[in-house]
């Protein structure tokens, strides 16, 4: 017998494809759905447990049951260009999305805290436990939930150039003073990886703990030493985001006929 929770399930999903809901927007209450489709609230529950499952929904205690952005976001390039921004004191990087006004969610900080991860503490050059400078922020497109978790983690060496700035300055504002102390140019490269969110972290991008996260971590570097001066961990729920890779073909990849033969697929 087929479970009725699979047909209510079904047809929610139906109602969002077809754009009924937009992406952030608000499903009604489990009372009014169950009254929607003459079920009780353990067969609504099941069928939004399923669709949440699916990455369709997220259910966001004491704020409702909201429509997940996912694959219905835009797909556009991440790039692999640091542009200057237009007001000449700071750095745009390439993100998930392009074109959009993005806001800060909850309270920048800018203080002093002791760096446990070995892997952050290893890539900015310092030991496990050595406290640094740290800038937290969690951003988004206006128009969305939190989209990402941004932590810089700011060498000692350097820390006192940017100590005193406000929590949420222009973008890449702090780097733009790391640069002018005497480490221009500062130089970038990331890691991507998946992996799992901290509890924290899935409260803070309203995601459920099963849900994997994309983490991209950026290491800045002085032009002048060649070390560490930070260290940027972006955290973004895994639905929202894919990165785009062009590939090239190196020299040892060109056409393998002899010259004046020509390339092409057989007929047979």
Do not use: C
Not at 84 to 112: C, D
């Amino acid at each position: 017998m087929h479970s009725r929770y699979l047909d209510i399930a079904s047809k929610i999903r139906e109602r969002i494809e077809a754009g009924e809901w937009e992406p952030g927007s608000r499903l009604p209450t489990l009372n009014e759905l169950a009254t929607e489709y003459d079920a009780n609230r353990d067969t609504i529950g099941r069928a939004i447990a399923l669709l949440e499952a699916e990455g369709y929904l997220w259910a966001v205690q004491g704020r409702g049951i909201a429509v997940r952005y996912g694959t219905m976001r835009p797909r556009r390039p991440r790039g692999d260009l640091v542009k200057r921004n237009e007001q000449a004191t700071g750095y745009s990087f390439p993100s998930a999305s392009s074109q959009e006004v993005w806001v800060r969610h909850g309270k920048a900080v800018n203080a002093v805290a002791r760096l446990d991860d070995p892997r952050i503490a290893k890539l900015l050059g310092v030991e496990p436990g050595t406290e640094v400078l740290r800038r937290f922020r969690v951003t988004g497109p206006a128009s969305e939930a939190p989209f990402q978790i941004n932590i810089s983690w700011i060498h000692p060496r350097v820390a006192n150039i940017v100590a005193d700035l406000d929590a949420n300055p222009a973008a890449g504002e702090w780097l733009y003073h790391i640069e002018r102390a005497g480490h221009w140019p500062i130089n970038w490269m990331e890691l991507h990886r998946a992996r799992m969110p901290s509890k924290d972290e899935a409260a803070l991008l309203e995601i459920p703990t099963n849900l994997p996260v994309l983490e991209i971590v950026r290491v800045g570097t002085s032009g002048a030493d060649k070390k560490p001066v930070e260290v940027t961990e972006y955290v973004v729920a895994s639905d929202r985001v894919e990165t785009v890779h062009v590939l090239h073909r190196d020299g040892s990849a060109r056409e393998p006929w002899p010259d004046g033969e020509q390339g092409g697929g057989s007929d047979s």
